[in-house]
């Protein structure tokens, strides 16, 4: 491995959606950036085609010699599974890409491993295109990045009240992020990234943006369809925790939350 370019740990998380996976495959393919591992998993799928996800292992083999594929033994939850994932890794950065998403372009894993050797990012969020069956859409940018940069508190309090704007298919991380924080909390089932993004806002950590779309998201895959009642019981969880210990967060924030337990808690019922 060469010295300036640090190792790229990419991971293809699969939950009962191998068959799409081919274009994702190409799309790793096709990728400039040359110090990558890649690890398929799969979280225990009931309907996955093992033969289909090892024949494109074989085939990122060719220009990736450093693949491993697992298949866990039962489905462990979207956290546990990517807690596997991450202590399996060995890159300084870890980059993800699902069955049907695709990298947005040839330049894409090079672009975010510069931009976060650059920065020292510990966290990295960017853009992505949602395609839909009839069209593309481009999702605007400019006021996460604006609100990372000078107003992380405001943009927590938004993300709690309102949604969230940091989209997990399009934010990378690096190993230093894990070590410094610990791994996603196991407290949570299918919610990663949510509850640890609003973590880190509220215990002033640093998110770096990139004003650059890296990801094309297929709408209609496992994590875009209806809600699913696991997440709302982690959504739950969460807030009973950020009520529980609301430091870092807005008075008015505070008074939302617990103004609206009781109508989210019907959700997961």
């Known amino acids: 491995m060469k010295e300036n370019k640090p190792l790229v740990s990419l991971w293809i998380l699969m939950y009962n959606n191998s068959s799409d996976l081919k274009e994702t495959v190409d799309s790793v393919l096709m990728q400039d950036y040359e110090e990558i591992e890649v690890l398929f998993s799969d979280d225990g799928s009931t309907k996955i085609d093992r033969d289909a996800v090892e024949k494109e292992a074989e085939r990122v083999r060719k220009k990736y010699p450093e693949v491993r594929v697992y298949f866990n ?12 994932v991450i202590e399996r890794s060995k890159g300084k950065y870890f980059v993800s890409c699902c069955p049907g998403d695709r990298f947005h372009s040839s330049d894409t894993v090079r672009c975010i491993a510069e931009r976060m050797e650059k920065k020292h990012s510990l966290m990295l969020t960017t ?9 593309i859409s481009v999702k605007p940018p400019v006021i996460t990045g604006t609100a990372l940069r000078f107003a992380p508190r405001l943009l927590c309090d938004y993300m709690l009240r309102k949604r969230n704007l940091i989209s997990g298919c399009c934010t990378f991380t690096a190993r230093e992020l894990f070590e410094r924080y610990g791994k996603y909390d196991t407290d949570y089932r299918l919610l990663e990234d949510y509850p640890y993004v609003i973590d880190l806002l509220r215990n002033g950590a640093r998110i770096d943006f990139m004003n650059l779309v890296t990801i094309d998201h297929s709408i209609g895959g496992v994590s875009t ?11 739950v969880c969460m807030r009973k925790k950020l009520l529980k210990d609301p430091h870092g967060l807005m008075k008015r924030t505070v008074s939302f939350l617990a103004e609206t337990q009781k109508e989210i808690s019907k959700e997961a019922d």
């Open 225 to 235: 369809g209806k809600i699913h009642p696991l997440i709302w019981k982690d959504i």
């Open 127 to 135: 853009r992505r295109n949602d395609i839909y069956p009839d069209r």
């Open 73 to 84: 033994p039962e489905n462990v939850g979207t956290v546990a599974h990517i807690n596997s």
